[in-house]
């Protein structure tokens, strides 16, 4: 029951942010010297956060965050993350909670900087009364958005060369991935399993964003309440619309298989099961759009390479 209602929160958290939320910041130094210099001050979300000096104190309570935080190289300025930041192992996960967040745990550990993936409960407020800055980063709509959070948090750590690195890795990466998509995969069906209740994404979301980049066609686009992004569908839609391939992100939340998938009333007759193009994903590496984005992008190309190769 537990894990169920995890997806369900996780699947209502990036609803609310892909509802009026866009990631819009910047970032100017307010001291132009090297660009590590402090203080910084970063435009964020229409906000003006001023950081004075280069924090060795942060609190991430956003997993794509802690994410990118360690692979930036500024893990050992990170003193906790959220209940949900499961990676890298080195994180220094704690009992705080980015869907609940509590000021007074937070400012108990006396942070010099919090990240949060959306602001709930008047938490970013209320950290700026205490005066600790924070940084808000919805989630991305697209992998712009995240190049955009990697060069924020970049500046906000005082490491700007390791983020500019790792764009540039990502892209390079990304890109020789989608390069071995054959042409004969353009317009091949899917389907983006989020729990097996069926709620899956439509081609508007990130995750959506990400299988367009292989040239694929979600059948979620024309669900009846595809409007919502995350809309869920019935056994009768997926069954009538037999995706080419069939992409489960709910192995870890909901133990779902290609086996489990086969065993579902009806679904036997799935050309994704009888062909086997049913691809078992990790779940967070398949909803957080931080450094991993690229292990997904590696995954759904596999997942193509297998259709196309029968």
């Known amino acids: 029951m537990f894990k169920k209602i995890h997806v369900v929160v996780a ?38 956060v001023v950081i004075q000096e280069q924090p060795d104190a942060i609190i991430s309570l956003s997993p794509t965050a802690t994410e990118i935080l360690f692979a930036i190289d500024a893990g050992d300025q990170v003193i906790a993350v959220d209940d949900q930041s499961n990676y890298p192992a080195e994180a220094p996960i ?47 709509a697209t992998l712009d958005d995240t190049y955009l959070q990697i060069a924020e948090l970049g500046t906000a750590t005082g490491q700007s060369a390791k983020a500019e690195e790792l764009t540039t890795q990502m892209k390079s990466d990304i890109d020789a991935a989608i390069a071995q998509v054959p042409a004969e995969a353009a317009g ?6 989020l729990d097996n209740t069926l709620y899956t994404v439509t081609s508007a979301t990130f995750i959506g964003s990400v299988y367009a980049l292989a040239g694929l066609t979600n059948i979620a686009d024309t669900a009846a309440d595809a ?28 133990g779902q298989t290609a086996e489990t998938l086969a065993q579902r009333p009806g679904f036997e007759g799935l050309s994704a099961i009888a062909n086997n193009s049913v691809v078992e994903l990790d779940d967070d590496v398949a909803s957080r759009w931080g450094p991993r984005t690229v292990d997904f992008v590696k995954a759904i190309v596999d997942g193509v390479l297998t259709v196309t190769a029968k």
């Open 11 to 48: 699947v209502s958290a990036l609803f609310l942010t892909a509802c009026g939320q866009s990631n819009t910041s910047s970032v100017e130094s307010a001291a132009p010297t090297v660009a590590a210099s402090f203080p910084v001050t970063i435009e964020n979300n229409g906000t003006s």
């Open 94 to 140: 704690s009992d705080l909670s980015g869907f609940t967040p509590n000021l007074e745990s937070i400012v108990a550990l006396s942070p010099d900087l919090v990240v949060v993936s959306f602001d709930v409960d008047g938490i970013v407020a209320a950290l700026t009364a205490a005066e600790i800055p924070v940084l808000v980063q919805y989630a991305a």
């Open 188 to 193: 091949l069906t899917y389907f983006h399993e």
């Open 227 to 254: 409007a919502s992004g995350y809309p869920q569908l019935s056994p009768e839609f997926l069954v009538d619309a037999d995706p080419a391939i069939v992409f489960l992100a709910d192995t870890k939340c909901c």
